[in-house]
């Protein structure tokens, strides 16, 4: 595979000249491995399950291929409220963002080719207006899609391309009737395309049935990821002295920290700012214009720590984001690698890491399990794990013995390692 990718060029893969010249302004060199292995099997008009590492090039992949079949199809594009290829995310932010991916590959060609992105949080009007007379692409979220085709601002019938983008997340009971109800809409007869970092295998079970004879493409590997994780024991009630001492000796350019409530979002920056540490928070009851502004001064490098939720955790790309920091383990043992995979994207070096107490301890096992990695406990200085917590942390459990009433517990080797 990887003789291949450094053989491997966009114009052989297929596509036409103008995309080529226009990935090489945008200085995309080769093509990754899921781009390499994706691009022809689209082209040729086959069903996709999808998988790689975040910030792997999942979008490019899936939307080069169709802006290449648009250009190339004999019947006129865009006629009525109709849309001819879609693409379903599960968050605003992803919607916004990969739709601007998609007409910065269509730069030359923004007057043949329309793309619009669709989602709440944000007035109807102007996204009905920019939908008259149809579009090639939407992206959307779907429950504002729905909401559209149900104001006739937009029909499906006519999709000839279907896109799960974060598809193991469109696949989940979270939106399951809402996603129902647009399969519904669309025509029997259409390419379907399923892209994701993680595929469980329940939802991988589900996801065959949306398909027909589907190439299926696995490439997520630790080995090949640029990401370093790391997972440090604390004593309860110590992650935020923890947090802050980490923020502080490392001095990180920019720190996304995930937290599982919004509440929590809010409580952790005001106890980082009694430690002199400011930061910003990022949830769903934020409205969609301070979302907007605060993701973009994330992003600039103008807010130097984000404490955000899983809202942020999916498919968004912040360039160069060397550190990501589990505060709180995600409930979903997929979700954690979403969430380390904001760091580590586009073969940058990046670090993923996790703060765990006693409670976290055995969440943390699962999470291993079901990603099929070990990472070693280790303890930072001047925080060491008390002894009587030791042997939970770094031991295989065993049953506790009867309390003997007498005698003194002989202190454990821990694991102290410097960051």
């Not at 999808?50 to 865009?78: E, H, M, V």
């Not at 879609?86 to 919607?95: D, F, N």
Request: positive net charge; charged residues 25%; contains cysteine.
């Amino acid at each position: 595979m990887t003789d291949n990718t450094q053989q491997a060029t966009f114009a052989n893969l297929g596509l036409i000249p103008t995309l080529v010249e226009r990935l090489v302004e945008l200085e995309y060199h080769q093509p990754t491995p899921i781009q390499l292995q994706a691009i022809p099997h689209i082209l040729a008009g086959k069903d996709m399950v999808g998988g790689a590492n975040t910030g792997s090039g999942k979008t490019a992949a899936f939307a080069l291929p169709i802006l290449q079949q648009i250009l190339q199809q004999d019947t006129p594009r865009r006629r009525g409220n109709f849309v001819s290829h879609l693409i379903l995310v599960p968050t605003r932010e992803l919607a916004a963002q990969v739709a601007s991916n998609v007409k910065s590959y269509s730069y030359h060609l923004r007057e043949q080719i329309k793309t619009v992105a669709v989602f709440g949080g944000v007035s109807v009007n102007p996204q009905m207006q920019l939908l008259r007379g149809g579009c090639d692409i939407i992206v959307a979220t779907p429950g504002r899609l729905l909401d559209l085709v149900s104001s006739n601002a937009i029909k499906l019938d006519r999709v000839k391309t279907l896109v799960l983008d974060e598809a193991d997340r469109m696949l989940s009971l979270g939106f399951t009737e809402e996603l129902n109800n647009i399969l519904a809409l669309l025509p029997e007869q259409k390419q379907t395309l399923l892209f994701s970092a993680t595929f469980p295998d329940k939802v991988t079970t589900l996801a065959k049935h949306l398909l027909s004879d589907p190439v299926d493409v696995q490439l997520q590997s630790a080995e090949e990821s640029t990401l370093v994780q790391r997972v440090f024991s604390v004593n309860k009630g110590e992650k935020t002295a923890v947090l802050a001492h980490l923020i502080k000796q490392h001095q990180w350019r920019q720190t996304l920290i995930f937290v599982n409530a919004k509440n929590a979002c809010n409580h952790l920056a005001q106890k980082l700012s009694k430690r002199g540490i400011t930061a910003e928070v990022f949830h769903g009851d934020k409205g969609q214009g301070a979302r907007t502004r605060v993701l973009d001064g994330f992003k600039s490098g103008e807010i130097q720590v984000l404490i955000a939720t899983d809202i942020a955790a999916r498919g968004l790309d912040i360039e160069k984001l060397p550190v990501v920091i589990n505060f709180d383990l995600p409930r979903s043992p997929a979700d954690y690698m979403h969430r380390i995979g904001r760091s580590g994207r586009a073969g940058e070096v990046g670090l993923g890491l996790s703060l765990i107490d006693y409670d976290d301890y055995h969440h943390f096992k699962v999470i291993e399990k079901k990603n099929k990695f070990r990472l070693e406990r280790e303890q930072v200085a001047g925080f060491e794990v008390d002894d009587d917590q030791s042997e939970a942390y770094f031991l295989p459990m065993r049953p506790q013995p009867a309390p003997a009433g007498t005698g003194k517990k002989k202190k454990k080797k821990r694991n102290q390692l410097e960051m």
